[in-house]
T-cell receptor, first 117, second 112 residues
Framework: DAGVIQSPRHEVTEMGQEVTLRCKPISGHNSLFWYRQTMMRGLELLIYFNNNVPIDDSGMPEDRFSAKMPNASFSTLKIQPSEPRDSAVYFC???????????????FGSGTRLTVV | RKEVEQDPGPFNVPEGATVAFNCTYSNSASQSFFWYRQDCRKEPKLLMSVYSSGNEDGRFTAQLNRASQYISLLIRDSKLSDSATYLCVVNGPDNQGGKLIFGQGTELSVKP
């Protein structure tokens, strides 16, 4: 099992540029979660999908953030335009169905470390 | 009140010590509880689930107190390799969709 795969591992971009983060969940998992982690705020849930459908995006900080899951094996998180305060580590996680998360937790990807200068 | 609260630490302990972390949660209807471990600059990884009757995995013991809405993690005979941040995790308030809420984490540093 390849685990949850995120790309890129590191991203440095200039303020105002568009940033796209990518995630491939574990095959067979049908729930996918995007988190952001900073020292000040810890792990914050941004948005999550069940069976490719967005369930709750209330954690998305602003309209500059958008996420899609066009199929069961791929999701993107886009920031446009990016700002320095978006600098953080962005994690993607997946699980089997909603109940799988409650029974077994999530598996996280290695994260994307985003720096906006 | 935060949904999940933890003492951020750091806890600095010598090798071989026993250390305990507590975590409180706000939703009395919560049913799923976990401890995750996160090493510096790495992703969180599941350490153990927490069951109502308490459970043990080697040197690690997790306890749940529903009446007081807190969860604990006990680490016996600490090793240098136990140095990490420990995250308390509880299911989200709507109990749907698989949403899990993470605490801020408690930092543990085990010294020789």
């Amino acid at each position: 099992d390849a685990g949850v795969i995120q790309s890129p591992r590191h991203e440095v971009t200039e303020m105002g540029q568009e940033v796209t983060l990518r995630c491939k969940p574990i095959s067979g998992h049908n729930s996918l979660f995007w988190y952001r982690q900073t020292m000040m705020r810890g792990l914050e849930l941004l948005i999550y999908f069940n069976n490719n459908v967005p369930i709750d995006d209330s954690g998305m900080p602003e309209d500059r953030f958008s996420a899609k899951m066009p199929n069961a094996s791929f999701s993107t998180l886009k920031i446009q335009p990016s700002e320095p305060r978006d600098s953080a580590v962005y994690f993607c996680a997946s699980s089997h169905l909603p109940q799988g998360a409650y029974d077994y937790g999530y598996t996280f990807g290695s994260g994307t470390r985003l720096t906006v200068v | 009140r935060k949904e999940v609260e933890q003492d951020p630490g750091p806890f600095n302990v010598p090798e071989g010590a026993t250390v305990a972390f507590n975590c409180t949660y706000s939703n009395s209807a919560s049913q799923s509880f976990f401890w995750y471990r996160q090493d510096c600059r790495k992703e969180p990884k599941l350490l153990m689930s927490v069951y109502s009757s308490g459970n043990e995995d080697g040197r690690f013991t997790a306890q749940l107190n529903r009446a007081s809405q807190y969860i604990s993690l006990l680490i016996r005979d600490s090793k240098l390799s136990d140095s990490a941040t420990y995250l308390c995790v509880v299911n989200g308030p709507d109990n749907q969709g698989g949403k899990l809420i993470f605490g801020q984490g408690t930092e543990l540093s085990v010294k020789p």
